[in-house]
């Protein structure tokens, strides 16, 4: 079965340090997703994506967090200037126009000391 | 986006049928009705979706009333791998829009031996 890849799979870093998060979607899926969920809570969406442009974000997304699909295979997050609040579960999730299901990956586990 | 609205937590034992509602008062004609599952450190995965009746895979089955403001996740004979958080989520995912995936705050459901 196809899946989401996300790479990588824990990363520590320290406050104020950019950071990139990198998600392999589904080959042929259009529409790509990061969602975040910190310890013991839900999760919340932050940005889609498609047709190379972002179709909605959340209030969380602001101006520090970026996303870019830069060479058709990959999709990244970028967070500029990390916050220690910013530490969390980031899952990368994509799909088709044809199914309705979302594949989501294993996530990275962001951790920000 | 419709709102649900779904038990915090569920209690069950091995070899049991576990059923967990939701209520969607709010749905729209367009919506679908879709069910996640989420295990700790791990991305939610589609269970199974409806429109409208009653739903069977391999894994679940999904019920809708006539009026379709409520869904009944159904798992049969559940075992303790069965343990995880359970999400209703409403909306349109259809292939016009690039419809975010909001989650609720979820089922937590626990199988006991």
């Known amino acids: 079965e196809p899946e989401v890849t996300q790479t990588p799979s824990h990363q520590v870093t320290q406050m104020g340090q950019e950071v990139i998060l990198r998600c392999v979607p589904i080959?042929?899926?259009?529409?790509f997703y990061w969602y975040r969920q910190i310890l013991g809570q839900k999760v919340e969406f932050l940005v889609s994506?498609?047709?190379?442009?972002?179709?909605?974000k959340s209030e969380i997304f602001d101006d520090q967090f970026s996303v870019e699909r830069p060479d058709g295979s990959n999709f990244t997050l970028k967070i500029r200037s990390t916050k220690l609040e910013d530490s969390a579960m980031y899952f990368c999730?994509?799909?088709?126009?044809?199914?309705?299901?979302?594949?989501f990956g294993q996530g990275t586990r962001l951790t920000v000391v | 986006l419709a709102k649900t609205t779904q038990p915090i937590s569920m209690d069950s034992y091995e070899g049991q049928e576990v059923n967990i509602t939701c209520s969607h008062n709010?749905?729209?004609?367009?919506?679908?009705i879709t069910w996640y599952q989420q295990f700790p450190s791990q991305g939610p995965r589609f269970i199974i979706q409806?429109?409208?009746t009653k739903v069977t895979n391999e894994v679940a089955s999904l019920f809708i009333p006539a009026d379709r403001k409520s869904s009944t996740l159904s798992l049969p004979r559940v075992s303790l791998s069965d343990t995880a958080v359970y999400y209703c989520?409403?909306?349109?995912?259809?292939?016009?829009?690039?419809?975010?995936?909001?989650f609720g705050s979820g089922t937590r459901l626990s199988i006991r031996p």
């Open positions: 989520l409403v909306g349109d995912m259809g292939y016009s829009s690039a419809s975010k995936i909001i």
């Open positions: 994506f498609y047709n190379n442009e972002i179709s909605e």
């Open positions: 999730a994509s799909r088709t126009g044809l199914r309705t299901e979302a594949f």
């Open positions: 709010n749905i729209a004609t367009n919506d679908y």
């Open positions: 080959s042929n899926h259009l529409y």
């Open positions: 409806g429109y409208k």
